[in-house]
């Protein structure tokens, strides 16, 4: 890996929650920074996540450090900015057929008593269930306004509706900020978190970041107030309420989805279907996050990953101390694009 860029005129591209969350951590840490996208905070993929905080059971793999921490760092970020809308609500996955695994970091097994206290409205307990308590769910466009707030707060100029075209070289090949349909903006290094757009952006410099879009559906459902608890995970879908008449599933079909809601819960005869989003997860093609500078580009970095909801508070604490104070986080070594 090469050194990370040491910066403190440092430029974001992407107001998603990972450009927002590196923008708010850099800014906070003293950077002049410029937070760019081409549209609104957390309009991209951001807006159709399910945004489950699922940081518990991942014990191996690149990214398995940062996942660990995932929650702790959303703790201290609601702590540094009051009103995050986060909900720690636990989560509960089971599965119908064969026995229960063995429980991960952040993990116990529990049983039918235990899931009919958690979700009083299943109307046939599994035997099993996992339960991580410490899981949550969070608004992904409200925490994504939320650290946008917090890195102008922090004196981060925030230029919306300004699509990026490409990143700006000097002649001795050092990045200088970046190219807008508005005019250029400088900056010692770009920040490239654009998720699905980032691999566009790294082509004309001769960079692969190895990301394809990943089309997930999200569909959201009119149902009774208290109907679900916790962060529900089956076989048949991710669900949870994030109001007093909403859920929301990540699941295939919304028939099906559906189907199983008013199946599985008593009083869900009348959950009905709102919408379906399909959103395209950026997924880099080994699945594990692309973080760190990249060492043909001199002050270039890029971030950019799935399941990014979950790691975001963690990546952009990270990502800031690496670009502002040219520290080397272990927590990112398993994750630098020269692994390609
Ligand atoms: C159905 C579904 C369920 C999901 N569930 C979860 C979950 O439970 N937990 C979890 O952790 N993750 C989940 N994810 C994944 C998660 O939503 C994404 O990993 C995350 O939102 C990616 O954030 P991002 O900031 O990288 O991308 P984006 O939100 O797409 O942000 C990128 C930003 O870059 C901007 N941009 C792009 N090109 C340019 C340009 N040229 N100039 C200027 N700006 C530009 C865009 O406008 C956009 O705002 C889910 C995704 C989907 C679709």
Known sequence: MSSPPVSRDVVVVGAGIVGASVAYHAARAGAAVTLVDSGLPGAGVTADSFAWIGASGVRTGPAAGLRASATEEYHRLGAELPGLPVTWSGSLSWRREGGAPDAGPGQTIVDAAAVAALEPTVR??????????????????????????????????VQLDTPVTSVRRDAAGQVAGVETAAGPLSGATVVLAAGVATAALSVPLGVRVPVEPSPSPLFRLRAPAGLVRTVVNTEDFDLRQVAADRLIAAADSAERTLAAVRSTFRGAEGVELLSTRVGERPMPVDGEPIVGPVAEVPGLYVAVMHAAVTLAAAVGRLVAREVVDGSVEPALSGCRLDRF
């Not at 994504?144 to 100029?157: K, P, S």
């Open 124 to 157: 046939q307990p599994p035997e099993w269930a996992v339960w991580a308590p410490g899981d949550g769910g969070v608004d992904s466009v409200g925490v994504t306004e939320r650290l946008v707030a917090g890195a102008r707060a922090h004196g981060a100029r």
